[in-house]
C-alpha cells in the first residue's frame, strides 16, 4: 500500500515481482494512473481514488510553488495531504479485507497499521526514505544536513509526530469502525515503537548505512527496482543516442515549477555552453526543447537509458537517484522539495556528483559549471562505476522475502 508520486509507486512494482515470483499472491494498492507500472509483473492492482497530479494542478496544489522550501512547504503539503488523506480509507480497508499481510509505505503507514489492527493483519513498514530519528544527520524530508546530534534526533522525533497529525482527521474514525479503543495520535506513534514494529527500508546501505542509533527491527537491505518487463527504448530515443556522443539526461520527474518554458531554456543554454546533447524528459513540470541537439521525451524507462549517458541531472528523488546510481553514471542533482536535498548531498559526498544545483534559484552559469565537471573530470564517472557495479550486486528485496517466510501461518 503507498500513495504519492509515481516514484513513491515503482519500486514497490520490482518487490512485487520478486514476492510473486517466490510464491506470493501481491497486490499493489495505490493511485489508479499508476496500474499500466505493474503490467506483465504478475502483481494485481487495486486502485486508491486520487488523483496526484490532478491535486497538484488543482489550485491549493499550484500555491505550492509559492512556498518557501522547508518546513513552511512541508506544513502546505501536510495540509493538502490532510485533505485528501479521507478518500483513501475505504480503499485501502476493502484491499485489506483480501489480505493475509500488509506491507505498509510511509505515506500511508498510520492508516494502513490501524487497519492491520483491527484487521488482526501482520504487518511490515517498507519505506524509501529514512525516517527513523537518529544523531546521524537532520531528518530526510528537510533536507538532511547536520544541526548536531540531539537536534538532529530531536527534530526527527518531531517530523515523525508531524506525519501522525496528516492522519488525525481520518484514524479515529477508522478505529471506531474496527471497534478499537480510542488512542490519541501521539500514543499511536509510541506503540509502534515500543512494540518494535519492523520495518524495511529501500536503499543501499553503500548510500545511507544504517544509523547505529536505530532500534532494533529498522533495516536497510538495498533498492527495490521497478519492474522490468524488458521493452526497449523508443525508436526515437535509439535513434538520437546512436546519431553523436553521449547526452545528459535532464529530467525532474513528478515535481512541478511555475514556469516550464524559463526553465527549459536555462537547461538547453547550460547544456550548449557545455558542449553537450540533451535528453529533455517533460515529466509533471512540462519540461521541452528544440534542435537537432536536443531530444524531448516522454516516460522512458530508466534502465536500458541511464547507462548509454554522459550524466543525468536530476530532481534527486530517491527513485531516480536510485537508478542514476545503478547505471553507474555521474549526476548533478537539482533538489526540488522535501528529501531531495538529502539524497542530493549524498551523491556529492559519494563523489558521484561535482555539486548541488538547486532548482529554486538555477542559473545557467551554474548548470553548465557542473555538467562540465561531471563530464569531463573521469574521476566522477570512475567512482559513479565502480559504486554502480556493487549495488547492482545488493538483492534488496531478500530481507522482505526473509521476513514474510518468519511470519506465522
Do not use: C
Not at 509483473?41 to 518557501?68: I, K, Q, T
Not at 522535501?338 to 534559484?361: I, N
Amino acid at each position: 500500500m503507498t500513495a504519492g508520486s509515481r516514484g513513491d509507486a515503482a519500486p514497490y512494482t520490482g518487490l512485487g515481482h520478486r514476492l510473486v515470483l517466490a510464491g506470493h499472491e501481491v497486490t499493489l494498492v495505490t493511485h489508479g494512473r499508476f496500474e499500466p507500472l505493474v503490467a506483465g509483473s504478475g502483481v494485481r492492482f487495486h486502485a486508491l481514488p486520487v488523483d496526484p497530479r490532478a491535486e497538484l494542478e488543482s489550485p491549493r496544489g499550484r500555491g505550492l510553488h509559492r512556498s518557501a522550501g522547508g518546513g513552511g512547504k512541508l506544513l502546505r503539503v501536510a495540509d493538502l495531504a490532510r485533505r485528501v488523506v479521507g478518500r483513501l480509507t475505504e480503499d485501502l480497508l476493502g484491499a485489506a479485507r483480501d489480505s493475509d499481510v500488509l506491507l505498509l509505505s510511509a505515506s500511508v503507514a498510520p492508516l494502513g497499521q490501524t487497519i492491520a489492527e483491527g484487521l488482526r493483519l501482520p504487518s511490515l513498514g517498507v519505506y524509501l526514505q529514512p525516517l527513523a530519528a537518529t544523531r546521524e544527520f537532520a531528518p530526510a524530508v528537510l533536507g538532511g544536513g547536520s544541526w548536531g546530534g540531539p537536534v538532529n534526533r530531536l527534530a526527527g522525533h518531531g517530523v515523525n509526530r508531524a506525519v501522525e497529525q496528516i492522519f488525525s482527521g481520518a484514524v479515529p474514525a477508522l478505529r471506531e469502525r474496527l471497534g478499537l479503543p480510542p488512542l490519541r495520535t501521539g500514543a499511536a506513534l509510541r506503540a509502534r515503537e515500543r512494540r518494535r514494529w519492523p520495518v524495511h527500508h529501500g536503499f543501499s546501505p553503500l548510500v545511507v548505512p544504517r544509523p547505529g542509533d536505530w532500534r532494533a527491527g529498522l533495516e536497510v537491505g538495498g533498492y527495490w527496482w521497478p519492474y522490468d518487463n524488458g521493452a526497449s527504448l523508443p525508436r526515437g530515443v535509439r535513434e538520437f543516442l546512436d546519431a553523436g556522443p553521449p547526452p545528459v539526461f535532464v529530467g525532474l520527474g513528478s515535481a512541478t515549477v511555475p514556469d516550464a518554458g524559463r526553465l527549459s531554456a536555462r537547461v538547453v543554454a547550460a547544456l550548449r555552453r557545455a558542449g553537450l546533447r540533451g535528453v529533455i524528459q517533460r515529466g509533471w513540470g512540462g519540461l521541452a526543447a528544440d534542435g537537432d541537439d536536443m531530444l524531448t521525451i516522454d516516460e522512458v524507462p530508466h534502465a536500458p537509458l541511464f547507462p548509454r549517458l554522459a550524466a543525468v541531472v536530476h530532481h534527486a528523488g530517491a527513485g531516480t537517484t536510485a537508478a542514476g546510481l545503478r547505471a553507474g553514471v555521474p549526476a548533478v542533482p537539482v533538489p526540488v522539495q522535501f528529501d531531495a536535498g538529502f539524497w542530493a548531498a549524498r551523491l556529492v559526498a559519494l563523489g558521484v556528483a561535482p555539486a548541488v544545483v538547486p532548482l529554486r534559484g538555477l542559473t545557467v552559469d551554474a548548470l553548465a559549471a557542473a555538467l562540465v565537471r561531471a563530464t569531463r573530470d573521469p574521476a566522477y564517472r570512475r567512482r559513479a562505476e565502480a559504486l554502480g557495479a556493487r549495488i547492482r550486486d545488493e538483492d534488496g528485496a531478500a530481507p522482505v522475502l526473509a521476513a514474510l517466510d518468519r511470519l506465522p501461518g
